[in-house]
């Protein structure tokens, strides 16, 4: 079962930052944050992923709360491309086959002319 | 880098056919690949965990005997929709973990296949 919760929908100006929270209160303290984004009929697309520190790269920022109770994914200046669902995971560890995904609703975010 | 490939991109076939599905790797090496579905306006499901050289490891729900999967080498992994059925019509997704990344092990995702069953 996906352990986040986000927004179903957001709508962002283009040229503004677009900012899109996640919570995930129940995180464990080695579980990792990754935030991918699926434009549609495509494969999900990495952007990025955090375990306690901020992170950035050429696509977007990553905050996450101290508590790691929560993140917010930052696109500093969406174009009408950034137009997708976004969604943000925790990884879930298994002792035998590592690492899963479980995907969450995600959220659906428009970029606006 | 990191990308991965999914064959065929689309796929109709009949009820009561078999159809499979490929799963590659192309600039890197994965032990583990996984498997998921996704409905229309659905976020994805993990379906299995695909590792090379053992058996794969499903979610709940999924039939094992009805969704083959075989990982015959570090870069390729397959599904098997078997005796498929309309209800399996759906975009079936791979994505791969590269070796070697422990404890960060991103996944990359293929472009996925549209599976329509007639």
């Known amino acids: 079962d996906a352990k986040t919760t986000q927004p179903p929908s957001m709508d962002c100006a283009e040229g503004r930052a677009a900012n899109l929270p996640c919570n995930h209160s129940t995180i464990s303290g080695n579980e990792y944050v990754y935030w991918y984004r699926q434009i549609h009929s495509q494969g999900p697309q990495y952007i990025i992923h955090g375990l306690k520190n901020n992170e950035t790269n050429e696509m977007a920022s990553l905050i996450i709360t101290e508590d790691r109770k929560s993140s917010t994914l930052i696109l500093p200046h969406a174009t009408l491309r950034d137009t997708a669902v976004y969604y943000c995971i925790v990884r879930v560890q298994f002792p035998n086959t590592g690492n899963q995904f479980y995907f969450g609703t995600g959220t659906s975010l428009t970029v606006i002319p | 880098g990191a990308v991965v490939s999914q064959h065929p991109s689309w796929v109709i076939c009949k009820s009561g056919t078999s159809v499979k599905i490929e799963c590659r790797s192309l600039d890197f090496q994965a032990t583990t690949m996984f498997w998921y579905r996704q409905f229309p306006k659905q976020s994805l499901m993990l379906m299995a965990t695909s590792n090379e050289g053992s058996k794969a490891t499903y979610e709940q729900g999924v039939e094992k005997d009805k969704f083959l999967i075989n990982h015959a080498s570090l870069t390729l992994s397959t599904l098997t929709v078997t005796s498929a059925h309309p209800e399996d019509s759906s975009f079936y997704i791979c994505?791969?973990?590269?070796?070697?990344?422990?404890?960060?092990?991103?996944?990359?995702f293929g472009p996925g296949t549209r599976l329509l069953v007639l």
């Open positions: 994505s791969a973990r590269p070796d070697g990344q422990l404890p960060q092990e991103t996944q990359y």
